[in-house]
């Protein structure tokens, strides 16, 4: 049987994908390297910085479904330059920011809105609907390989700057570098152009009848469970672990590099799991990755950290990082089809950013309560642990009920 070939016209939209998934989350997880510098400079407390990302996060994960309904009537080229226009702008206000509430509206408001349009849910709804369903798990875990490369440049990027000219002007470079969302967005955009087999799209008439299937499946409710643990571990480490590492007396660069680290092996993690993804139970995936990476945080956070340690540890983390946004995204293409993907697929990262915010300013406010980070820690591995147990012994014993026309 030949391979499927991917249509021509869906190159350039993948490739403008993978330019605005690499910006938005590179710069997004590097965030977490000024705070130290800003939280010293504006006199606030390691809670105040972490409570903005939190708040980013939660209304990122607010403002997903929203944004996937509105795809439907408007477009996504639309919804994506808008949310790279607020990307740059919460980047200049944060820079900008005099206080703890100019945090919260630039890193809190602006980009958690900015994100909901950019980031990994809106990416692989677009690279979804123009490549046929026999390769979509690969390329969703190509666009994700090729967006996790984005934190390879921002992480050293933000620490040189840092170094060279202070925080203010770190987060000034990172908003020069996101102007390049704008065209790639623009070229992602041309989706909207792209037809959509009736098949594929999916037999629910109204975003209500939607989400009312979903509701009722206890497949996406487990993944939804599941997903806001993973976010709570992945934000945890994004805006703690270079705070963690400086506690501990490592080099700041040290903190950097291991973000870099995770980047690059976010790369072979996310290939692989794209293509994991076209053969296997996708939920079992899923669950093997939440209590693998539990596993590992357990072991690394056992000992006091060493740079061989820590770079180890970042590989081994960067490689089972962002595996799940193409097994997640899949997995709903095959359920419920390519129409309402965009939005259900919003319902299930809100759960994921509830989560996040979880990790980002309970572990802001566990350290300042504790002094230190070890209680986080634990009940982010014990959390993990559960979420990973649950997820893979529902896949084994109830696995999903059969695929929607999309899979065809």
Not at 94 to 122: D, N
């Amino acid at each position: 049987m030949p391979r499927p070939k991917l249509p021509p016209a869906a190159l350039p939209i993948l490739a403008g994908t993978a330019v605005m998934l690499a910006i938005a989350m590179g710069l997004r997880q590097s965030l977490g390297l000024f705070m130290p510098a800003s939280v010293a400079e504006l006199g606030i407390q390691v809670a105040d910085f972490t409570l903005a990302i939190a708040v980013q996060n939660l209304l990122w994960g607010a403002a997903q479904p929203v944004a996937g309904a509105a795809v439907v009537r408007v477009g996504f080229r639309p919804v994506l330059v808008a949310a790279a226009a607020a990307y740059v702008l919460g980047l200049i206000v944060m820079a900008a920011a005099q206080g703890a509430l100019g945090l919260m509206l630039g890193a809190g408001l602006l980009m958690g809105l900015a994100m909901a349009g950019t980031a990994s849910a809106m990416a692989m709804a677009v690279a979804s609907r123009p490549v046929p369903a026999a390769v979509r798990s690969t390329v969703l875990g190509v666009i994700t390989a090729a967006g996790s490369s984005g934190a390879l440049f921002t992480a050293p990027l933000g620490q040189v700057l840092l170094d060279w000219a202070g925080w203010r002007a770190g987060v000034m470079g990172f908003a020069v570098l996101a102007l390049l969302m704008l065209p790639a967005a623009w070229l992602a955009g041309r989706v909207d152009r792209m037809p959509v087999a009736p098949a594929a799209a999916g037999g629910h008439a109204s975003a209500g009848e939607a989400l009312r299937r979903a509701a009722a499946s206890p497949a996406f409710l487990v993944m939804v469970f599941a997903y806001s643990v993973c976010g709570l571990q992945l934000v945890f480490l994004t805006t703690h672990l270079p705070a963690y590492l400086v506690l501990c007396g490592m080099d700041p660069m040290l903190g950097a590099t291991a973000l870099g680290v995770i980047g690059l092996f976010n790369i072979l993690g996310s290939l692989a799991a794209g293509v994991a993804g076209q053969r296997w139970n996708k939920p079992l995936l899923l669950g093997l990755i939440y209590a693998l990476r539990s596993l590992v945080l357990l072991w690394y956070f056992a000992t006091p950290p060493t740079p061989g340690s820590t770079i180890l540890f970042a590989a081994l983390m960067g490689f089972l990082w962002l595996g799940v946004s193409p097994l997640m995204a899949g997995a709903l293409a095959e359920l419920y089809g390519l129409r309402w993907q965009p939005m259900l697929q919003g319902v299930a990262f809100f759960s994921h950013q509830l989560g996040s915010f979880l990790g980002a300013f309970g572990g802001g406010l566990l350290f300042d309560l504790m002094g230190d980070y070890t209680l986080a820690v634990q009940l982010g591995i014990a959390m993990g642990l559960f979420a990973g147990a649950l997820q893979i012994g529902f896949a084994l014993w109830h696995p999903p009920p059969g695929r929607a026309p999309a899979a065809a």
